[in-house]
């Protein structure tokens, strides 16, 4: 019997990051079922589609990730999501973290660090 492949809902402002990282997981054996260009966006999609995880990006225009987090979080205590930062945001990150966020990516992003990291979470 075959498993489902893992579901991401993709949060990034950069839809070029948003096409390569989406390629990336599909690659790796994930299913991109949703995308996400802000922080209300990545809300409303993660109670529309109930994705197994989520690349939440920090900064973003209108809601930012940390905002977005503490939503979805709000909405699914249990949800699996995964942070993607630039360099250089190490109190973000670690402030994600204690807020419930279960991993973090570097960006750019290492497809096999981004694969292991996911599969990581969802274990």
């Not at 096409?19 to 995308?35: P, T």
């Not at 990730?65 to 630039?86: C, F, N, T, Y």
Request: net charge negative; with cysteine.
């Amino acid at each position: 019997m075959t498993t489902a492949r893992p579901t991401v809902l993709l949060c990034d402002d950069s839809r070029a990051l948003r096409m390569l990282a989406a390629s990336q997981l599909e690659e790796a054996g994930f299913r991109v079922v949703g995308e996400a260009g802000n922080g209300h966006e990545a809300q409303a999609q993660y109670r529309a589609l109930k994705p197994d995880v989520v690349l939440l990006d920090l900064v973003m225009p209108e809601c930012d990730g940390r905002q977005a987090l503490a939503g979805i979080l709000e909405h699914d205590p249990q949800a699996k999501v995964v942070i993607l930062s630039s360099l250089g945001a190490q109190s973000d990150i670690e402030h994600c973290l204690r807020s419930g966020a279960r991993s973090y990516l570097q960006k750019p992003i290492d497809p096999e660090v981004m694969e292991r990291v996911l599969r990581e979470v969802l274990a």
